[in-house]
């Protein structure tokens, strides 16, 4: 599985407040960072798999709007997030 508890955590206690912090903007930010870059390579792969076609739509999604919360409370911590994930806006 490519995504354990320990993957989990390990995303958690680098962008969140700790291992434990799974409800913070840049948490979950980059949680599905993890997940979009690997539905990406599994459709790189698949090119007909259009259910994970989908999901990924839907997660890039729910991280954009996530991004543009953050962006709208504290546009510092959002820089931030972009520019360690190295997601391009």
């Given at each position: 599985?490519?995504?354990?508890?320990?993957?989990?955590?390990?995303?958690?206690?680098?962008?969140?407040?700790?291992?434990?912090?799974?409800g913070s903007?840049?948490?979950?930010?980059?949680?599905?960072?993890?997940?979009?870059?690997?539905?990406?390579?599994?459709?790189?792969?698949?090119?007909?798999?259009?259910?994970?076609?989908?999901?990924?739509?839907?997660?890039?999604?729910?991280?954009?709007?996530?991004?543009?919360?953050?962006?709208?409370?504290?546009?510092?911590?959002?820089?931030?997030?972009?520019?360690?994930?190295?997601?391009?806006?």
């Open positions: 599985m490519y995504l354990s508890k320990e993957v989990k955590e390990e995303i958690f206690a680098k962008h969140g407040k700790g291992k434990n912090d799974t903007a840049e948490g979950q930010i980059a949680l599905f960072t993890h997940r979009i870059t690997h539905l990406t390579e599994h459709l790189k792969k698949n090119r007909k798999d259009y259910n994970t076609e989908r999901s990924l739509v839907m997660l890039v999604g729910k991280r954009r709007s996530l991004l543009d919360y953050l962006k709208k409370k504290d546009i510092l911590r959002y820089r931030a997030i972009i520019k360690e994930l190295g997601i391009r806006k």
